[in-house]
C-alpha cells in the first residue's frame, strides 16, 4: 500500500495521539471504542468549489459543511487520481493506482483485486466493524447486490448496490441487504432513504469502534431513462437556485450547465443536510467526539464542457474534490493548499486512528 508523502497530509494528523499507538478515550453513550470511529462520506460528482466556506461560490447553500471546514482540517488542493466513478473510489479504498487495483475503467468486467488490502479489511484486522450504505461500483455481477467476496472487506453491515444509478429513480428504486434480499422504498427522496439508513445504524449499540462508508449517488446526474442526463434535486429545490452563480471554468464555454446548474444546486443543498444529519445523529449518541467524519467526492463535474461527459477530463472541473476532515486530533481549523490525491485517503485515515499502514 502506498503510505502517504504529502507533507500536508503528514502533518493533518501528526499531533493526533492517535498516530502510531493505541487512543485512549473514555466510553461514551452506548460505545465502548478505545480508537476513534470513522464515518467516510462519499458524495458523487461534487464539485470543491460549490462548499460555500471555501470562498468560491456565493449561492451554494452548505452551512454543515462550512462548519466541518471551520473546525477541521480542510485540504484545498485535493485531486482525484482518477475523475472517474469505480477507478477514483478503488484508489481511495486500497491507496493504490489504478493500474494495480483491477479497475482502471468504468466500463465492465472490471472488479477490485480480491486479493489487495482495503481500509476496511485493515481496520477489521485491527478490531473495527465495517459497514456500508450506499453505491460501491467496485464489482463485476451488474448493477444490484453485491456478493459477500466482491465488497472490499465490508463484512457486518450492508445495504446497497453496486449502480444505485441504475436501481433507482431519485424518489424510488433498490438496495440490497447484507444477504441480498431486496429493500424497497419510494415517495422518499434517496439522499433521505440512504441517511435514513445511516441513522438507524448510528443509533444500534456499537460493541467495537467502527467504519461506516456512506456512498451517496447525488448530485451525481439521473441516468433513468432514454432522454436528457438531468439533475434531479428534490422537489422545490431547484426553484431556490434561478439565474444562480455560474463558477468562472463554464461561463464562458457550451455545455449543459445552463439549465442543469438548478438542480445541481439543490442536489448539493440536500447532501449539506444529509451531513447534518448524521453529525446530529452522533451527538446524540455521544460519539461525535470520539469520530472521525471525512467528507469527500470521487470527482468533479463540467456538465458536458470539456468532452461528452461530465468528468473523465484533466481540468479542475473534473479532478478538484473536496476534503474535509474533523474528529479527535483533527479539529485544529487548519486549510492546507498542498496538492494531494485520494491516494492518501485510506493510509491516511489509518495514521489517524493509530493503524499501521501495511507496505506496499
Not at 443536510?273 to 470521487?298: M, P
Request: neutral net charge; charged residues 20%; aromatic residues 10%.
Amino acid at each position: 500500500m502506498k503510505r502517504v508523502t504529502s507533507t500536508a497530509l503528514s502533518a493533518a494528523v501528526a499531533s493526533s495521539s492517535a498516530r502510531g499507538q493505541e487512543v485512549e478515550h473514555t466510553p461514551r453513550g452506548n460505545q465502548r471504542a478505545e480508537k476513534p470511529n470513522i464515518v467516510l462520506y462519499v458524495a458523487d460528482q461534487f464539485r470543491w468549489d460549490f462548499i460555500r466556506a471555501y470562498g468560491l461560490n456565493p449561492t451554494t447553500r452548505t452551512p454543515n459543511l462550512d462548519k466541518i471546514f471551520q473546525r477541521g482540517v480542510t485540504f484545498t488542493g485535493m485531486v482525484t487520481n482518477q475523475p472517474i466513478c469505480s477507478p477514483s473510489r478503488a484508489c481511495m479504498m486500497t491507496g493504490r493506482y489504478a493500474t494495480e487495483t483491477g479497475i482502471w475503467k468504468i466500463q465492465p468486467p472490471t472488479e477490485l483485486h480480491r486479493d489487495l488490502p482495503t481500509l476496511a479489511t485493515i481496520l477489521r484486522e485491527n478490531g473495527y466493524t465495517a459497514n456500508f450504505i450506499g453505491k460501491w461500483h467496485l464489482a463485476d455481477t451488474g448493477m444490484g447486490s453485491v456478493p459477500v467476496d466482491q465488497r472490499g472487506g465490508f463484512l457486518d453491515f450492508w445495504e446497497g448496490a453496486n449502480s444505485v444509478e441504475n436501481t433507482s429513480h431519485p424518489y424510488y428504486g433498490t438496495i440490497w441487504d447484507g444477504q441480498g434480499n431486496p429493500i424497497p422504498w419510494k415517495d422518499e427522496y434517496r439522499v433521505d432513504f440512504l441517511t435514513d439508513r445511516a441513522v438507524r445504524f448510528l443509533k444500534q449499540p456499537q460493541k467495537k469502534p467502527f467504519l461506516l462508508f456512506l456512498s451517496e449517488l447525488e448530485p451525481h446526474f439521473d441516468q433513468q431513462g432514454d432522454g436528457p442526463r438531468r439533475f434531479i434535486a428534490p422537489t422545490g429545490y431547484a426553484d431556490r437556485f434561478r439565474n444562480p452563480y455560474v463558477p468562472p471554468d463554464l461561463l464562458h464555454l457550451p455545455g449543459r450547465w445552463q439549465e442543469q446548474l438548478p438542480g445541481y444546486y439543490g442536489d448539493v443543498e440536500k447532501i449539506d443536510e444529509s451531513v447534518g444529519r448524521i453529525l446530529q445523529t452522533l451527538e446524540e449518541q455521544k460519539i461525535l467526539d470520539n469520530t472521525i467524519f471525512l467528507f469527500t467526492s470521487d470527482h468533479g463535474c463540467h456538465f458536458e464542457t470539456r468532452n461528452k461527459g461530465y468528468k473523465v477530463s484533466p481540468h479542475d472541473s473534473s479532478i478538484r474534490i473536496p476534503f474535509l476532515m474533523q474528529g479527535p486530533g483533527l479539529n485544529r481549523s487548519l486549510q492546507l493548499p498542498e496538492i494531494a490525491g485520494n491516494i492518501d485517503l485510506t493510509p491516511t485515515l489509518l495514521d489517524a486512528v493509530g493503524v499501521a499502514v501495511p507496505p506496499p
